[in-house]
């Protein structure tokens, strides 16, 4: 593409607290679903950069953060780090919050980190389709006692409510520059590692409570088949308690069968292709404990 006139360019930061909806904006945004969701704490782990091209307007790239809460291991110190580091290299950052005019402690944190923010900072009041019009002015007021931001912008990601005005305004405050991407890439992630997520995605919907903080997944392989469209994948469930690889397997393998067939189904639509899936399930002691294993498992320090 040819470089325009008046074509914008920057990196925009999406930063929050866990669960307010930070990854499934921006897959609305970008029109594809790249970065998984789920209503558990902790689901986005690393820092996923997405590309949305306007060929008119310009290019934007999201990068989604992990929710920002106080680390209780070196997987979360990793979560913690990679967000702060998104936010210092962001042209822009939008800060999304529940509907809510009560500040707690995880929104006053995240406020205060913001004070050293050297870069445009919006407001996005997300699920306001669970709240009636007046309460949004009792938000915004709470929210502009505590710092004054570029723009507060109150939307639904789930449903695309405001979506568009929010782009034409990153857009207004994006610097002029040239594209970082070519006009078809949607996102720097390759396919084992949005696989990977996929599986991690359906295992987080269907365990208990205090299995999925515990797990990664390891594709060991991923193989197109030459004389059929069919793509071959193994991957590992890693957990850290026996009694949890357990509960992963289920009984029968029950439960291991409906997260294979979950992800198959996410992963066909994903790759365009059949898929047989292999699914196994190993113990690595308190891997989040472990620098090491931390980054074995994809969750790479040198790339903050």
């Known amino acids: 593409m040819e470089e325009k006139k008046d074509f914008k360019s920057g990196f925009v930061a999406i930063i929050g ?90 929104d006053k944190d995240i406020l205060r980190r913001l004070d050293n923010a050297m870069c445009p900072v919006f407001l996005l009041i997300n699920k306001t389709d669970t709240i009636k019009k007046e309460e949004i002015l009792a938000i915004i007021d709470a929210y502009s006692k505590e710092r004054k931001f570029d723009e507060v912008i109150p939307l639904s990601a ?17 610097p002029e520059g040239p594209m970082f991407y070519d006009e078809d890439t949607v996102t720097d992630m390759t396919e084992r590692e949005i696989v990977a997520e996929m599986i991690r995605e359906k295992a987080l919907y269907v365990l208990k409570e205090e299995v999925p903080h515990g797990i990664a997944v390891s594709i060991d392989t991923m193989k197109d088949r030459k ?42 639509k994903f790759l365009g292709r059949k898929v047989n899936l292999s699914l196994f399930v190993k113990v690595k002691k308190d891997w989040r404990e472990s620098d090491y294993l931390v980054e074995n498992f994809g969750y790479k320090k040198d790339e903050l």
Not at 87 to 106: N, V
């Open 17 to 106: 607290r866990p669960n307010v909806g930070k990854s499934t904006l921006m897959n609305k945004l970008i029109g594809q679903k790249i970065a998984i969701t789920s209503s558990k704490p902790q689901t986005t782990r690393n820092r996923i950069r997405t590309v949305y091209t306007d060929e008119e307007r310009g290019q934007i790239v999201f990068l989604d953060t992990p929710g920002l809460m106080k680390p209780k291991n070196k997987l979360g110190e990793y979560m913690v780090n990679a967000a702060g580091s998104t936010m210092s290299d962001a042209d822009l950052i939008l800060y999304i919050i529940e509907p809510s005019a009560k500040i707690g402690a995880g």
């Open 158 to 174: 789930l449903k695309g409510k405001n979506t568009d005005v929010l782009l034409d305004e990153i857009f207004k405050y994006l």
């Open 227 to 268: 004389d059929k469209e069919l793509t071959d994948i193994e991957a590992t469930i890693i957990c850290e308690r026996d009694s949890h690889k357990g509960i992963i397997i289920g009984k029968k393998g029950a439960m291991l069968k409906r997260i294979g067939t979950d992800a198959r189904y996410e992963i066909e």
